[in-house]
T-cell receptor, first 112, second 113 residues
């Protein structure tokens, strides 16, 4: 079993729909990251969470540390949101920044 | 502020050769991490350098090595290339302490013939 599980693997939505991507993990973490990867490879960091909820524009990320679960929500989805969304957890090594363990990603396609 | 720069963007090699990839971090960032991305395995952590010292290492064979210079620029070397080393190699820089985000470069796409 992977240490970081994402669902769904693929998601197709109509423009304007509300989207939720889920991430569950099985290890102790110091932080959880949501990343966006467009075709061509470049990765953009969307959120870094250690507790609660963060919002940036139409994107909202939540984390429940007790349940080891995080969700990424996109409100009023747009075709430009089409990308692969990756959940990654950061494992803490004695206070220094640890390495990231990644989920397999969710490929989102938003149709106009 | 300039972002993370990786060179080259694309590289084609043959089996048995070696390759060196370069990563220039954001100014002021002392940590550089390297990742391999393949269709089958997804993103996997290779190693992290902080102030010229390897601080963390993933589960990759010794053919994969790296180093970091005093200006925080980092290089990754892969020797005796295998077909399975074909991948997108990404580096990310950060301040290197817990709670700081990582900033990714656009990657080097390595193809092995």
């Amino acid at each position: 079993k992977n240490e970081v599980e994402q669902s769904p693997q693929n998601l197709t939505a109509q423009e304007g729909e509300f989207i939720t991507i889920n991430c569950s993990y099985s290890v102790g973490i110091s932080a959880l990251h949501w990343l966006q990867q467009h075709p061509g490879g470049g990765i953009v960091s969307l959120f870094m969470l250690s507790s609660g909820k963060k919002k940036h524009g139409r994107l909202i990320a939540t984390i429940n540390i007790q349940e080891k679960h995080s969700s990424l929500h996109i409100t009023a989805s747009h075709p430009r949101d089409s990308a692969v969304y990756i959940c990654a957890v950061e494992v803490n090594y004695g206070g220094s920044q640890g390495n990231l363990i990644f989920g397999k990603g969710t490929k989102l396609s938003v149709k106009p | 502020k300039a972002g993370v720069t990786q060179t080259p963007r694309y590289l084609i090699k043959t089996r048995g050769q070696q390759v060196t990839l370069s990563c220039s971090p954001i100014s002021g960032h002392r940590s550089v991490s390297w990742y391999q991305q393949t269709p089958g395995q997804g993103l996997q952590f290779l190693f992290e350098y902080f102030s010229e010292t390897q601080r963390n290492k993933g589960n990759f064979p010794g053919r994969f090595s790296g180093r970091q210079f005093s200006n925080s620029r980092s290089e990754m070397n892969v020797s005796t290339l295998e077909l399975g080393d074909s991948a997108l190699y990404l580096c990310a820089s950060s301040l290197g302490v817990v709670g700081q985000p990582q900033h990714f470069g656009d990657g080097t796409r390595l193809s092995i013939l």
